[in-house]
Structure formats: structure tokens, C-alpha cells
């Protein structure tokens, strides 16, 4: 699954468009490499997204389509 459209249904950024501008804008890394929008996520990988105020590091559990909104932080776990 392509990063900016788990960052999406894990409900981490809001849009997708906002997740696409993050990548394209160097703030997420995966597994310590920056990555494109198009960078495909695999079980495993440790994701850091930088925002304005800080940064969010998660390990990726589980790839969905799709997924309920209460069963969104089950895709993920954060590190720190």
C-alpha cells in the first residue's frame, strides 16, 4: 500500500492530499529514508511523519483498504 494512502486510513494526516504534500515536502521518512508519495509500505517498516510542533514514529501492524474509524490505531503502533 502506497505511504500517503495508509497515513489516510490509519487517520494519522486528515487528507490524503495533506499526506501527499507531506511527502513531497521531505517530512516523512521510513525506516529512516525519506520517501515519495508513492513509496510502497510494507508490514514492519517504522514510519517517522515531522510536523510543525514535533514528530510522530509508528511501526506499521497491519495494510487495510479500508478500515472503521475506531479500528484505525489498530494498524499501527507508536514507538515514540
Known amino acids: 500500500m502506497r505511504?500517503?494512502?495508509?497515513l489516510k486510513v490509519s487517520r494519522i494526516l486528515k487528507r490524503r492530499s495533506v499526506a501527499n504534500e507531506a511527502c513531497g515536502g521531505g517530512r516523512v521518512s521510513?525506516?529512516?529514508?525519506?520517501?515519495?508519495?508513492?513509496?510502497?509500505?510494507?508490514i514492519g517498516d517504522e514510519v517517522?511523519?515531522?510536523f510543525g510542533?514535533?514528530?510522530l514514529k509508528f511501526r506499521v501492524k497491519l495494510l487495510k483498504e479500508t478500515v472503521r474509524k475506531?479500528?484505525?490505531?489498530?494498524l499501527y503502533e507508536i514507538i515514540e
Open 48 to 50: 517517522e511523519v515531522r
Open 30 to 42: 521510513v525506516n529512516g529514508k525519506e520517501v515519495k508519495p508513492s513509496y510502497n509500505l510494507k
Open 53 to 55: 510542533g514535533g514528530a
Open 70 to 74: 475506531e479500528e484505525a490505531e489498530t
Open 3 to 6: 505511504i500517503d494512502k495508509f
